[in-house]
């Protein structure tokens, strides 16, 4: 019997982008090149879905075997990535039909998406290419967010770096204010990503077992301005300042972000962006106390400089992982982090179905949260600090991080060109 024909496989990036998604990268690449007897090329989509949807693709086998390992230590999109949301096959059936006749013309059989929780409902809609349209795609979702609000998984590759990142900078940008405290500044706000979700800012709750003072802001807490204030006001009046921490996504009782302008990001969300400057001028106006504001926006999600070790493991042990469920003949799945003990702190890959990840927000426990709503209990605690523990450096050369720019020279294109749905 002649020897099965190798397929080749396609990845791509998608949404916002992290400190550890290369390391998932990497993890996908370098697998599927230790499995070359089942699979021929990684074809990367240069940015995500659009890549498949207009051919554009990349040859990962241009580049040499140090340029895959250096991913694992390089920040944000290596391939490009967007927000593009597939539409129902009903609404939009010739853009399935385009990646069936794209994945036939490069022998494209795996097909291995690496995002969030919109990015895990375009590879559930690819998973279903086999029964709907007659296609045989195996799609795997390898998660990624910053935001950590996918569903049955523990915890989110990219999380543990950005919660690392923001505790660090609010407990130094914390020290900065307390030194100035009794002639100047009384009150810092540091402005955190987390739209639904609070997370994020969660971590910035970890500085209070360093001795700061800090108020948390949720998405998952209605914003009480009263409250608010007088909790800064009993704060600052026992320690001389207090750090504000508060998530894009907190919203006063009516649903309005505090942060809201009014316009809307591709995939139909409303864009944030503005919630310190709005809380660092309620401090000022309703207690006459100096304040500095900051906001973290894409600092925090490419801090690669300080990513959690367990975090950059995780996210390429989930690429890695994707790929061996792939040639396991999984399909509509995404590898997850089951965690097996606090302290020590022990965990394992597990796999979830897609249709239960897909369009799914984890948000904050009620129990992770104290009752007046302003900080973290000793339960988030345990959760959040195995996720921001050890040190993962990258090499550093003339006193800057070593990181990879690949080459990303593009297949040649087999097809007509596709126009895009606007």
Sequence with gaps: MAAKEKKNAFYAQSGGVTAVINASACGVIETARANRDRIGKVYAGRNGIIGALTEDLIDTSKESAAAIALLRSTPSGAFGSCRYKLKSLEANKREYERLIEVFRAHGIGYFFYNGGGDSADTCFKVSQLSQTMGYPIQAIHVPKTVDNDLPITDCCPGFGSVAKYVAVSALEASFDVRSMAKTSTKVFVLEVMGRHAGWIAAAGGLIEDEGIPVVVLFPEVEFDEKKFLARVEALVKKHGFCTVVVSEGCHHPDGTFLAEQGTKDAFGHAQLGGAAPVVANMVKQGLGYKFHWAVADYLQRAARHIASKTDAKQAYEVGAAAVKLALKGHNAVMP???????????????????????????????????????????????????????????????????????????????????????
């Design 336 to 422: 997850t982090v089951e965690r097996v003990s606090d302290a020590p702190y022990k965990y394992r890959i597990g796999v979830a179905p897609l249709d239960k990840v897909a369009n799914t927000e984890k948000f904050m426990p009620r129990n992770f949260i104290t009752a007046d709503g302003f900080g973290i209990t000793e339960a988030c605690k345990r959760y959040l600090r195995p996720l921001i523990q050890g040190e993962d450096y990258p090499r550093y050369r003339n006193g800057m991080p070593v990181y990879a720019t690949l080459k990303n020279v593009a297949v040649p294109k087999k097809l007509p060109t596709f126009e895009m749905q606007k």
